[in-house]
Every structure is written in structure tokens, then in C-alpha cells.
């Protein structure tokens, strides 16, 4: 079970970095009209949450949460980590 785990977790992992490859930095800053998100807050939200979750169940504090955490948007001020 754990091999699957982190297989999914590595596969997710490459899927977000090749936005990377593909978009620059502008376009994926970019909040679109009508959206309250831009895409590196979109995947810094899912591997904070991803990351929570393991961090959950070992018990322990992950401090990125406050930061994508889903009251919270790109535009807002960010709270400090």
C-alpha cells in the first residue's frame, strides 16, 4: 500500500511541475476575470493539502496550511509562516 501511495503522490508531483515547463511565470500568476485564483495558488493548494494530510496523520503541524488555506486567495494578504 505504501509503494501505491507515494506512486500517486510522485505522479501528482510531476503533473504540477510541468506547468512549469509549459506556462511562464506571468501566465501562471495570472488571476483570469471572473476567478479568484491563479494557477501556482491552485497547485500550492493542492500539495499543501496533499501534504497535510500525511502530516495530519503522523501528527504533526504543517505550516504552510494557513497559507492555501481555502478562505484564502492569491489577492489577500497572505499571513506569515
Avoid at 501566465?27 to 485564483?37: E, R, S, V, Y
Avoid at 496533499?50 to 489577500?76: D, E, V
Amino acid at each position: 500500500m505504501t509503494a501505491s501511495i507515494f506512486k500517486t503522490w510522485n505522479t501528482s508531483r510531476n503533473l504540477y511541475a510541468a506547468y512549469f515547463d509549459n506556462y511562464s511565470l506571468e501566465q501562471l500568476n495570472k488571476i483570469p476575470a471572473g476567478f479568484n485564483n491563479n494557477l501556482i495558488w491552485n497547485i500550492g493548494h493542492i500539495i499543501v493539502a496533499q501534504q497535510s494530510l500525511i502530516y495530519q496523520l503522523s501528527n504533526l503541524q504543517c505550516k504552510y496550511q494557513r497559507i492555501y488555506s481555502t478562505s484564502l486567495n492569491p489577492a489577500q494578504n497572505q499571513p506569515k509562516i
